[in-house]
Nanobody, 121 residues
Framework: QVQLVESGGGLVQAGDSLRLSCAAS????????MSWYRQAPGKQRELVAT???????NYADSVKGRFTISRDNAKDTRYLQMNSLKPEDTAVYYC???????????????WGQGTQVTVSS
């Protein structure tokens, strides 16, 4: 069984920085994809950043140049470095992963429980 745990959220002022962490644990053969999503009150959950097994990254236009997704494969952990935070970044941030338990199995989707990021003006 795989679990994802997010950490690093908090209350900051506009212009400040935060680093979110997502740690995967359990039966893991490979992490094909790990992404960060966010959901603000009254808004649809949106994709913020993605990193694939080969290290390729993608970002939402709203965070390009400010956010960076990275990985530590030895720890099965991914990070989201958030700089120059804006009030519009306020949301619950969720970790998502597409994970294979062993080399013969298919990959399955997993979600963390979320961590709150609040940016005041």
């Amino acid at each position: 069984q795989v679990q994802l745990v997010e950490s690093g959220g908090g209350l900051v002022q506009a212009g400040d920085s935060l680093r979110l962490s997502c740690a995967a644990s359990g039966s893991i053969f490979s992490i094909n994809v790990m992404s960060w999503y966010r959901q603000a009150p009254g808004k649809q959950r949106e994709l913020v950043a993605t990193i694939t097994s080969d290290g390729s990254t993608n970002y939402a236009d709203s965070v390009k140049g400010r956010f960076t997704i990275s990985r530590d494969n030895a720890k099965d952990t991914r990070y989201l470095q958030m700089n120059s935070l804006k009030p519009e970044d306020t949301a619950v941030y969720y970790c998502y992963a597409l994970i294979k338990a062993d080399w013969t199995s298919r990959a399955y989707d997993y979600w963390g429980q979320g961590t709150q990021v609040t940016v005041s003006s």
